[in-house]
């Protein structure tokens, strides 16, 4: 796995790759002069997927008021705050605390 501020790339089989990024031309060229002999890299395919995200882009973490023992946690960077936001998040349902640091995720704010 490649993760560059262009784009994050993997390889998926001996010939083959997949890249992540918002525009493939551009993340073609990025590819292509970030790697020595890749001038013959080519684009076999595109897709277009959508990411939930919250209107402000924020993250929306803690309990749903409406639906008693519903909890959420969405996040576009999860893999980044998994781990931090995980232990808040247990805090909270485990152990019934309100963490401070989760103020600004409520539903609530919308």
């Excluded at 993340?27 to 076999?44: D, M, Q």
């Excluded at 232990?87 to 409520?106: F, H, K, Q, T």
């Amino acid at each position: 796995m490649v993760n560059t501020e262009d784009f994050d790339l993997r390889q998926v089989a001996a010939d083959r790759l997949i890249a992540a990024a918002d525009s493939a031309e551009r993340t073609l060229a990025a590819v292509r002069s970030t790697f020595r002999g890749a001038e013959g890299v080519e684009l076999l395919s595109t897709r277009v997927g959508e990411r939930p995200m919250p209107v402000d882009g924020e993250p929306i973490v803690g309990p749903v008021a409406e639906v008693p023992g519903l909890y959420v946690a969405v996040m576009h960077a999860a893999v980044t705050l998994a781990a931090a936001v995980g232990r808040l998040v247990a805090r909270e349902v485990v152990d019934g605390s309100v963490e401070p640091a989760l103020s600004g995720c409520r539903l609530d704010r919308f």
